[in-house]
């Protein structure tokens, strides 16, 4: 049995991963160089490179038995009942063009679960911080629980960009538009730290990779938000990329209604 105090001491580390990305990101930020574009078309900064790096090496000198799961150098001790899980950069274009939405994400999975999540956006200095089973930390304090009572029709949806759904999946988005709901475009993770604080009230993606979404679990959970599949199902590894996040169980299962319509 894993013992909360385990947890806490991880999510200190957790933390320091995160500090560390945000000193070198504030570096860089509107000065960046060296853009590559990666064979899924999406591009790379040597930035993206130096935080993973730099993080991975934190983790093997600290916890030279855990697995690591990155999005630019791959996975290693995949067998390891505990993974850590980071995007150095998630909103790459956002972060390249100059725009504060782009933030670092780190998890860490234990027997497949995701138990500790980090949002940081380090140029707003703004962290959202969560422990499965505890309240998210918003920069150390605890966030009230999400306090939603919103309908579909009043709802204010988020998706990163349309331009990654499919024909289908593009009509089930036009569903939830057309009972009137507002869609914002943009976002990636950041939307995801503003459902938990209560600023948005549902965010839904596809095609997302585990460096994407596993750090978004416990976060919009330990808010007292829902997160899981477009399926319903509770995000892990093998999930199929589609992610929901809603900030009651009510419109959570609204949405999962729409969406699984054939």
Avoid at 59 to 86: K, L, T, V
Wanted: glycine content about 8%; hydrophobic content about 40%.
């Amino acid at each position: 049995m894993i013992l909360l105090e385990n947890y806490k001491e991880l999510l200190e580390f957790a933390g320091k991963l995160a500090d560390t990305s945000g000193s070198i990101l504030r570096k860089g930020f509107q000065g960046v160089l060296n853009i590559e574009t990666k064979a899924d078309s999406s591009p790379v900064t040597q930035l993206d490179k130096d935080v993973e790096k730099s993080l991975r090496y934190m983790i093997e000198e600290a916890y030279p038995e855990h697995g690591i799961i990155g999005e630019e150098f791959g996975n290693i001790r995949e067998s390891s009942p505990y993974q850590w899980i980071i995007d150095p950069i998630d909103g790459t274009k956002a972060f390249i063009a100059g725009y504060l939405t782009f933030t670092t994400l780190v998890a860490l999975l234990h027997n497949g679960k995701p138990v500790i999540g980090i949002i940081d956006q380090p140029i707003l200095q703004q962290r959202w911080a969560a422990i499965s089973g505890q309240k998210t930390l918003y920069n150390g304090t605890p966030l009230p629980l999400i306090a939603n009572k919103k309908s579909l029709e009043e709802a204010n949806i988020a998706t990163t960009s349309t331009g990654y759904f499919t024909d289908q999946q593009a009509i089930k988005l036009k569903q939830l538009k057309d009972n009137d709901a507002n869609i914002i475009l943009g976002g990636d993770a950041y939307a995801y730290a503003m459902l938990a604080s209560g600023r948005l009230d549902i965010v839904l993606d596809v095609a997302m990779k585990p460096y994407d979404y596993c750090t978004l679990a416990p976060v919009i959970e330990c808010a007292g938000g829902v997160i899981t599949d477009w399926s319903g199902k509770p995000l892990t590894l093998r999930s199929d990329g589609s992610v929901i996040a809603s900030a009651s169980k009510e419109l959570h299962k609204t949405c999962l209604e729409i969406l699984s319509k054939q």
